[in-house]
Every structure is written in structure tokens, then in C-alpha cells.
């Protein structure tokens, strides 16, 4: 007897794992650096933890499930950076419709992405500055290795956030070493 539900959860959890495997391409215009989208959705939930504490009032929960669910369409269409986005039609809202038609619990996906592609709530904003400060730490490592081209992404990263503890963040992150966190103190035994 076949189960549709469980059948379509554990072709949810295959298709998530293609996200390890599939690159940021934005790194290849940059010159330098590579990423697949899990590991990039992986510090953006960081980020967003980070945001909403730093915050204080947001919905922690709410936070790190617009971060977690951010890219999962790239499972679908791929990551296509800027200049990719120019020439083809992502059909990101077809690839999430499809996606949260076949799980059981694809009405609550399709809530909380509507909710981070409106941008009205603190939490949709805080989850897109987590998206863009990983970029911009990203960039920042890409600079500390000699990168100088990063150094000429970085303004447009910042400008596109919008939260003061964001653009605190940001200030911050372009202020410190990349590596300072490894050479800090460090017990002496």
C-alpha cells in the first residue's frame, strides 16, 4: 500500500539535499570563492538567529523558517545571480506552488514565503538582511584573501539592507578580519 503523504515528504527531503549540490553562480563572475545554496542557507539561518535576537521583538521561529525556506526553490530553477536573471524566467512562484501543492504541510511553506516575499513584516526583513550579510561576509573572506574585485560588490550588498541591527552588523563585519575569530585568545593548555 503506498502512502502519498510519505511518499511526497521523502521526495521533499531528496530534493533539499540537491541544494548541497547546487552552486551559488555568483562566485564564478566574482572570480574566486564557491558556495553550494545549502551552505549559504546554512549561515543565513545563523544570521537570521542572530538578527532577531539582536532585534528582540521579532518571532525567532518565524525568522529562521523564512531563512531556512528562502532558496528552496533553487532545488527547482537553480541559483541564477543577476546578470542570469537579465535573460531567463525564473518562475520561482510556479516552482513554490508545485513544491507546497504536493506536502502535506505546503500550506505552512507557502505562508511563510509569502510573508518574506511581501517584506512588510520585521521578520521578512530581517530574513532578507540575513540573506544579504552573508553575501557581504562571504565578500568580506573573499576580500581578506586578496580578492580586491569583492571590495566593489560589497557597497551595493550594504545598501540593500534595511534593518538598523543589519546595517550595524554590516559595519562590524567590514571592520574585523575574517580569521580574527581563530587567532583570538585561546586557552593556554
Known sequence: ????????????LFEAGM????????????????QSVAEH????SYVGFVLAQMNGKAD?????QMCLFHDITETRI????????KYTERLEDK???????????????????????????IESLLAKDSDNI?????????????????LTWIPSAVQRLKTDEAKLLAEKILSTDSDRWWFGEKDSD
Open 1 to 12: 500500500m503506498k502512502d502519498d503523504k510519505t511518499d511526497s515528504i521523502v521526495d521533499f
Open 134 to 150: 552573508e553575501f557581504i561576509l562571504c565578500l568580506k573572506e573573499q576580500v581578506d584573501i586578496g580578492n580586491e574585485r569583492a
Open 41 to 44: 542557507i546554512n549561515r543565513v
Open 19 to 34: 541544494l548541497a549540490k547546487t552552486p551559488r553562480s555568483g562566485f564564478f563572475f566574482l572570480g574566486s570563492g564557491e
Open 60 to 64: 525567532v521561529s518565524k525568522v529562521l
Open 78 to 85: 537553480s541559483d541564477l545571480n543577476y546578470v542570469h536573471q
Open 95 to 121: 516552482a513554490l506552488d508545485d513544491l507546497v501543492t504536493s506536502l502535506p504541510f505546503g500550506g505552512a511553506i507557502k505562508t511563510i514565503m509569502d510573508e518574506y516575499h511581501e517584506r512588510t513584516s
